[in-house]
């Protein structure tokens, strides 16, 4: 056997070997030796720039993650070994005299600055792959029009295709089930089939459904080769209807394919805004239109959303997804294409082109920003902190003949451009606590520069410090960090967060309402009050999302005479048991339901990485294990023998039902406490040792069917991969209450008042028992009481002039900072106007006069939402005079003894009219 050596150029190993392109053509074709997974990482090196790349940036832009880097390792080096035993002519042997196997597929090979190994892909293997049509892309179009045009056959008797759907592989279909009906719908729409084969599922996978359904179907066009720029939906979400609505929200499904594939533009509108409408369908809606018609329609998944604006095509916001406004994107998007203003020529080019452009930025997202915990000294009686931090540098030396100092030296060359580093100290307070000082926070603008001196190598860089202010952490862990640099972790995320907050305040632009937030953040418990129409419950709104709240971080609530303490904090309510009969149960109303997901946020802010990673595979096995047994209606046993079913999943818990307990046939058992059992690995011998885990005074009778739960849960053997969870960070959650002075506040909050009280925010230790407290579960967060936790902020709005202010409880009025809010705080509301000086004018005059006006005054001024009617009238001043500002000014003098004297005196300052100083009758002898 031939043995061919590798060489070595400047860090460069690279051998020649003598597979010619037709050899490598057979070798390709050969499903023996080339296995789908050597194929995709094959193509994977094929499709990076110049064929070469490292198996870590492969793995971030295939998986998302680095967690499959050892994937494409292992794929190529088995891949090698496999064709080397199959020609059986030659070995391959390295500068230290050990075969190796990756030379086989890869010309040369050498470590990148970052310290990576880099590979490019023979020559011979490029030009095979292109000779055997590997490289075309966007093979799946004619597939899958042609799948449309086959399933608009069942248009009108849809068992045929369901039978089709549930003679496939339970593990594809298993999610598409109904709750009454034996587990099997009786009806199912065109999108949620095209999302059984267009999920987050292998493309190995995704092949195997194609060839299922060209069997299946007829469909003569070829099995794709390649799913590139499809957007795909959530596994968790992969049906486009709730089966609560199936039997309504089908149907406009099917109108809006079947319009769609006849070309019926009008009807295409009027299915497009029906089905827009229906229930947890929002951007979908579009993924479908694209699958079936890839070059008429445009998907507006996320990939697209972000892409467009960069082909000068802006998006439309969630919650305006109708007919107009997708059809206008979609003209524009047309329109462009057609003139040649953007590059692409073609809509699925222009998905492709979005998919890649994501990818680049998870591989730029690899170079993920690394924050350092950096010493400021030479020597322990030498500091450097004033040097540093006025010059603008960082430097440390180290010893390279001192093993410690060598792993030192390997942390400092990490360090690159746009890392955080953070100058530490370390040191005991009061004899006994480790603490962790901060002494500055910076940014690193170039790279590092390193210089070999005859006693020690020193690394520096620039950086650019955005504060040098003190900040202490203490505890125990912080001790650990006395060398002169250690990278920052979860174990630190404290740390990282101070970091954050610091850049973030020095780099952020201003915030148009950072006075509110400034103050909201400080005070906890706010109220925005003034005049009506000032846009204070727009305002509240967009003061949560400049604090950084998404809609699910945020509830918003209208306090109205009716509204109680069940509604807000807890009460029992009626409730449909599975036999039918009725009963009730207490529930959490909707400001301590919010308060659990604020707490769930910081407890989840303390988790690491692979916890919460490990937390998202067990919530995948979970939620199967739950699916299959209400599906099957399985029969599981606890451990006095009694039988027990799960009737189903209730927010947070999965509802038991037992026939044999006549008291409590159905028991509420936490999807968080089995969650953390399993991440845990907690031993369950038998069930006392829930208890103990859990520090409890007594069992609980859930705790019994946790046991088996957990238990049975623990055998699930998954193919699922689940990729790597993205990092908690505490988010601020902000409960807005609109005109918080109209309900009864004693009877809404009840023992709350004490617990809003700002002092007592997040306070574990000073738990406030609520009145249904004897009901609440052991279980559950607030089982000991009820705090609001410290993430948590109150938004409130309210009039100045309604009458009900003064019967507003005083206690709960001085647990709340009030700020007014006027008319100018609020004009930019009028910006976007085409009128908008004119309108500024207008509002001012008049409230200059309304505020001067005794009985009225300024808590009687026409705030900016009036004036935006004017968008709507066209600019109609006299309209909006007559049909809005007029009418409420009337509402405001009624009972005044000059009321038509004022509302001309008003009316004539609303329109400018300057009066001559002569009286107004006319001369009639004249």
């Not at 009906?181 to 194609?210: A, Q």
């Amino acid at each position: 056997m031939n043995k061919i050596f590798v060489t070595a150029d400047n860090g460069r190993y690279s051998c020649k070997i003598d597979i010619t392109v037709k050899e490598w053509e057979d070798i390709l074709s050969n499903p023996d030796v080339t296995s789908p997974n050597y194929k995709d990482a094959l193509m994977a090196f094929y499709n990076e720039p110049e064929h070469k790349s490292t198996c870590k940036k492969l793995s971030i832009k295939h998986y998302g993650n680095t967690k499959y880097t050892q994937r494409f390792n292992s794929w190529i080096t088995n891949f090698g070994k496999t064709v080397v035993k199959k020609l059986n002519r030659f070995q391959i042997i390295d500068i230290n005299g050990r075969e190796r196997f990756w030379h086989v597929s890869m010309s040369s090979g050498a470590n990148t600055k970052d310290g990576l190994f880099e590979t490019t892909l023979r020559p011979e293997i490029v030009q095979a792959i292109e000779n055997l049509g590997w490289n075309k892309r966007l093979t799946w179009i004619p597939f899958y029009i042609e799948m449309a045009d086959k399933l608009q056959t069942f248009k009108d008797d849809r068992k045929p295709l369901i039978d089709i759907i549930y003679n496939l592989d339970k593990k594809f279909v298993g999610y598409i089930k109904a709750k009454k009906e034996g587990g099997h719908v009786s009806d199912i729409d065109p999108f949620t089939v095209y999302g059984i084969f267009n999920r987050s599922i292998t493309n190995e996978n995704r092949i195997k459904l194609c060839h299922y359904f060209k069997v299946q179907l007829g469909i003569e066009a070829n099995i794709p080769a390649d799913f590139d720029g499809i957007p795909v939906v959530n596994n968790m979400k992969a049906t486009f209807y709730w089966r609560e609505n199936a039997h309504t929200d089908i149907q406009p499904l099917w109108n809006l394919f079947v319009a769609v594939l006849q070309n019926d533009a009008l009807k295409v509108k009027e299915c497009f805004d029906i089905v827009s409408k229906q229930r947890g369908i929002k951007w979908n809606v579009t993924m479908g239109l694209f699958w079936f018609r890839p070059y008429n329609y445009i998907s507006l998944d996320s990939h697209n959303r972000a892409y467009l604006p960069k082909l000068g095509i802006e998006v439309f916001k969630e919650n305006q997804i109708d007919a107009e406004h997708y059809l206008q994107l979609l003209n524009d998007v047309k329109n462009k294409i057609a003139s040649g203003a953007i590059k692409e020529k073609d809509i699925p080019e222009i998905s492709y082109q979005a998919y890649l452009a994501d990818l680049n930025e998870q591989v730029k997202g690899d170079s993920a920003i690394r924050y350092w915990l950096l010493g400021h000294s030479f020597g322990s009686d030498n500091p450097q902190i004033e040097s540093f931090t006025q010059e603008g540098r960082w430097e440390g030396r180290f010893d390279e003949t001192n093993p410690n100092n060598q792993k030192q030296l390997g942390l400092a060359r990490k360090i690159k451009v746009g890392d955080v580093i953070l100058l530490k100290s370390t040191a005991v307070k009061q004899h006994t606590i480790p603490f962790l000082r901060i002494k500055a926070v910076g940014i690193v603008t170039d790279s590092i520069e390193e210089i070999n001196g005859s006693e020690y190598t020193s690394c520096r860089c620039k950086v650019k410090y955005l504060s040098i202010a003190d900040k202490d952490f203490d505890g125990p862990s912080y001790g650990a960090y006395r060398q002169t640099i250690h990278e920052a972790d979860e174990k630190v995320i404290d740390v990282i967060e101070y970091a954050d907050t610091i850049i973030n305040e020095k780099n952020m632009p201003q915030k148009k309402y950072s006075k509110y937030i400034e103050l909201l953040t400080e005070v906890h418990n706010l109220v925005l009050t003034g005049a009506p129409g000032t846009g204070k419950t727009y305002m509240a709104q967009a003061i949560a999302e400049e604090m950084g709240c998404s809609k699910e971080d945020m509830c918003f609530v209208q306090f109205h005479p009716s509204y109680d303490y069940t509604d807000f904090v807890e009460g029992l309510r009626p409730i449909e048991k599975i036999d039918g009969q009725m009963g009730f149960e207490r529930k959490d109303g909707i400001f301590k339901e919010f308060c659990k997901k604020a707490a769930k946020n910081i407890a989840d802010s303390h988790k690491s990485v692979e916890c919460l990673t490990k937390e998202l595979s067990w919530e995948e096995k979970l939620q199967q294990f739950v699916e299959s047994a209400i599906e099957n209606n399985t029969v599981y046993k606890l451990s006095n023998g009694n039988d027990f079913t799960i009737a189903e999943i209730s927010g947070r818990t999965i509802v038991i039902h037992n026939d044999l307990n006549e008291k409590t046939p159905q028991v509420p058992v936490s999807i968080d406490d089995i969650i953390e059992l399993l991440t845990n690995d907690v031993p369950l011998n038998i069930v006392r040792d829930i208890r103990n885990y859990f520090h409890r005074k007594f069992g609980t009778q859930p705790d019994s069917y946790a046991f088996v739960i957990t238990k049975e849960i623990r055998k699930i053997k998954s193919d699922i991969v689940v990729a790597s969870a993205d990092k908690v960070l505490r988010k601020p959650f902000v409960f807005i209450i609109d005109e918080i002075n109209r309900g009864e506040a004693s009877k809404i909050f009840g023992e709350l008042f004490y617990a809003i009280d700002p002092g007592y925010r997040g306070k574990k230790d000073v738990r406030v028992k609520t009145q249904y407290q004897n009901l609440v579960p052991e279980t559950d967060i607030f089982a000991e009481g009820f705090y609001i936790p410290e993430n948590v902020y109150i938004l409130a709005t309210m009039n100045d002039i309604d009458r009900s202010v003064e019967s507003m409880d005083f206690a709960m009025r001085r647990r709340f900072t009030w700020q007014v809010v006027t008319p100018a705080d609020t004009d930019s509301m009028l910006d976007a106007l085409n009128c908008s000086v004119e309108a500024k004018n207008t509002m001012n005059r008049l409230n200059d006069a309304i505020a001067e006006t005794d009985g009225l005054g300024a808590a009687y001024m026409v705030g900016p939402s009036y004036f935006l009617k004017l968008g709507e009238n066209g600019g109609n001043f006299e309209k909006l005079w007559k049909m809005n500002i007029e009418p409420l000014l009337k509402e405001y003098l009624r009972g005044f003894r000059k009321e038509a004297e004022i509302l001309a005196k008003f009316q004539k300052v609303y329109f400018d009219i300057k009066d001559s100083g002569e009286d107004d009758t006319t001369n009639e002898l004249e």
